[in-house]
């Protein structure tokens, strides 16, 4: 009886021993509102520049949006898809051009297009620094995915010494 008992005992506090090894809280690196404007009109000035009325938006790491900037002749829609890229590349930490090319049709992933508010168009990329995902960012209205992707890769470079804080 003895024994069992021990044994037991030796069980369960080997079981509970992953759970008291977690840390009851955790830490994380975040975009600064003002770091993700100054993301958000990066994008906006380097469409401009490039000839296209766009929306950009800036999420914090969970998806949450921080900053929405739309050019004045942006269509109505690139509100809500700029959006949903941010969204989208955050919360599946990859961008969008990614999720597209493994979500086809007929391929296994193909089911995460039916997610509600997953964008799955290029134009979404993730923000890093040091290593941990601090955000994303989306942009809509240039001519396809890749231009509005261009135009997020360049306001990701044009912040990136402030991205290592």
């Not at 008992?5 to 830490?27: D, F, I, K, S």
């Not at 989208?88 to 296994?108: C, D, H, K, V």
């Not at 990329?125 to 209205?141: C, D, K, M, R, T």
């Amino acid at each position: 009886m003895l024994a069992r008992t021990l044994m037991t005992t030796a069980v369960l506090l080997t079981l509970a021993h992953p759970a008291m090894a977690e840390e009851p809280l955790t830490t994380y690196k975040s975009l600064s509102p003002e770091l993700a404007l100054d993301l958000a009109r990066a994008s906006l000035g380097d469409c401009r520049s490039r000839g296209y009325q766009v929306t950009v938006a800036v999420v914090d790491r969970f998806g949450v949006t921080q900053v929405i900037l739309r050019d004045r002749f942006a269509g109505a829609h690139t509100v809500s898809t700029a959006s949903g890229k941010a969204w989208t590349a955050a919360t599946f930490r990859t961008s969008t051009t990614e999720l597209n090319a493994i979500s086809q049709p007929g391929m296994m992933q193909a089911g995460i297009r039916n997610l509600p508010g997953t964008v799955i168009i290029g134009g979404g990329l993730i923000v890093e620094a040091g290593g941990s995902l601090v955000g994303a960012v989306g942009v809509s209205g240039a001519p396809g995915g890749d231009a509005d992707e261009a135009c997020a890769r360049a306001g990701i470079d044009a912040i990136r010494d402030k991205l290592e804080f």
